[in-house]
């Protein structure tokens, strides 16, 4: 079944830390292959507010509003024709807005959970979350700041900025695999590229229990940034036949 919703993303942050990947591996499903640079895969993770996610044509005064935080691999599926496709493979999900969730569930292997999710604004310049999760080991906390400078972090896999931002480019597609093996399944984003804008922000504190949970202990933040608001799409459906080995 093909689906597609609509909304706004109207605050959103993006961290992507470096990752061992033999620790990384067992959790990415046959048919997917980590994306790694210099010795490091990586670990994603994704705070937005979502502003009256609906379906497509239905009215915004339906849509149902609600923050996501998501902990996604960076990954690769080989399909058939010579291609493949870079996106995102999702661990876990929380949100607070249950019912929707377990809708999402159904729909998705975004895999939601329900939390309580505390956001505020210390001043113009800085931000703090709190993730209360009514299951599992995903207590999490975050402080960021706008950063004065971009640069590249200590111990940074990457040669340059420029190398980082080409290895790292959000990648609109959560990916996973079906449960033959045999199709990898695409959810789409669409946005207008054009409009997407990030900020580097620098990271004050930060506690997430559930990598720890897998047993990834060492992460190393190699990129923060917050990205302006921008109108999304949501296109649930679509499969690719992996490419046979």
Same mark, same amino acid.
Request: aromatic letters at 12%; charged letters at 25%; a neutral charge.
């Given at each position: 079944?093909?689906?597609?919703?609509? *909304?706004?993303?109207?605050?959103?942050?993006?961290?992507?830390?470096?990752?061992?990947?033999?620790?990384?591996?067992?959790?990415?499903?046959?048919?997917?292959?980590?994306?790694?640079?210099?010795?490091?895969?990586?670990?994603?993770?994704?705070?937005?507010?979502? /502003?009256?996610?609906?379906?497509?044509?239905?009215?915004?005064?339906?849509?149902?509003?609600?923050?996501?935080?998501?902990?996604?691999?960076?990954? !690769? %599926?080989?399909?058939?024709? /010579? !291609?493949?496709?870079? *996106?995102?493979?999702?661990?876990?999900?929380?949100?607070?807005?249950?019912?929707?969730? %377990?809708?999402?569930?159904?729909?998705?292997?975004?895999?939601?959970?329900?939390?309580?999710?505390?956001?505020?604004?210390?001043?113009?310049?800085?931000?703090?979350?709190?993730?209360?999760?009514?299951?599992?080991?995903?207590?999490?906390?975050?402080?960021?700041?706008?950063?004065?400078?971009?640069?590249?972090?200590?111990?940074?896999?990457?040669?340059?900025?420029?190398?980082?931002?080409?290895?790292?480019?959000?990648?609109?597609?959560?990916?996973?695999?079906?449960?033959?093996?045999?199709?990898?399944?695409?959810?789409?984003?669409?946005?207008?590229?054009?409009?997407?804008?990030?900020?580097?922000?620098?990271?004050?504190?930060?506690?997430?229990?559930?990598?720890?949970?897998? *047993?990834? !202990?060492?992460?190393?933040?190699? =990129? %923060?940034?917050?990205?302006?608001?921008?109108?999304?799409?949501?296109?649930?459906?679509?499969?690719?036949?992996? =490419?046979?080995?």
């Amino acid at each position: 079944m093909k689906l597609e919703m609509v *909304g706004r993303i109207d605050e959103c942050f993006l961290l992507s830390y470096g990752i061992n990947p033999e620790q990384a591996a067992p959790f990415v499903p046959a048919g997917l292959e980590l994306i790694t640079c210099r010795g490091a895969a990586f670990f994603n993770i994704v705070i937005c507010h979502v /502003d009256r996610m609906r379906m497509r044509f239905t009215p915004g005064a339906l849509g149902v509003t609600y923050w996501h935080i998501a902990y996604r691999v960076q990954v !690769r %599926a080989n399909v058939a024709g /010579d !291609r493949s496709i870079e *996106g995102l493979y999702f661990l876990r999900s929380d949100i607070d807005r249950p019912l929707f969730g %377990a809708v999402g569930n159904r729909l998705t292997d975004f895999h939601f959970h329900a939390a309580r999710v505390q956001f505020w604004n210390d001043d113009e310049a800085a931000w703090r979350l709190r993730v209360e999760p009514a299951t599992g080991d995903a207590f999490a906390s975050l402080a960021v700041r706008r950063a004065a400078s971009n640069s590249l972090a200590p111990g940074s896999p990457f040669v340059s900025l420029e190398d980082r931002e080409r290895v790292l480019k959000y990648a609109p597609f959560g990916l996973s695999v079906s449960e033959t093996g045999q199709y990898v399944r695409v959810a789409e984003v669409i946005r207008d590229e054009a409009l997407w804008r990030e900020e580097p922000v620098e990271v004050e504190a930060a506690d997430w229990s559930y990598p720890r949970s897998l *047993g990834l !202990r060492d992460l190393r933040l190699v =990129r %923060a940034t917050r990205v302006a608001p921008i109108d999304y799409r949501w296109r649930i459906g679509r499969t690719e036949r992996l =490419r046979s080995i």
